[in-house]
Nanobody, 130 residues
């Protein structure tokens, strides 16, 4: 059973930065495809970003981002630390949400739909003040 634990959320002013971390346990990290989602109060859980190994070259990775965060957020992972990161820059009040780390069983596929993810963390609150 895969367990995901997020950390790094908090309160930040608009224009500031935060880095979220998600540590996975229970299975070989390189066998899990990973992503981040967020859920604002009263709204659905939405895709933010995903990361996967390239099916062409195992030394490279592929990423996907929601349009609303492109150019501001960056996902990365360190297999040796079983950790995926979400670097968030130029934060806006509309980025305020609970951020969830998620995993699925296809490490070579980029998944952007929450229904494709099997494993979920408990979430970490990010609040951006104006």
């Amino acid at each position: 059973q895969v367990q995901l634990v997020e950390s790094g959320g908090g309160l930040v002013q608009a224009g500031g930065s935060l880095r979220l971390s998600c540590v996975a346990s229970g299975r070989t990290f390189s066998s899990i495809g990973m992503g981040w989602f967020r859920q604002a109060p009263g709204k659905e859980r939405m895709f933010v970003t995903a990361i996967a190994w390239s099916s062409i070259s195992r030394s490279s990775i592929s990423t996907a981002y929601a349009d609303s965060v492109k150019g501001r957020f960056a996902i990365s992972k360190v297999n040796a630390k079983n950790t995926v990161y979400l670097q968030m820059n130029s934060l806006k009040p509309e980025d305020t949400a609970v951020y969830y780390c998620a995993g699925h069983n296809s490490p070579y596929s980029l998944k952007t739909e929450k229904y494709d993810y099997t494993y979920w963390g408990q979430g970490t609150q990010v609040t951006v003040s104006s």
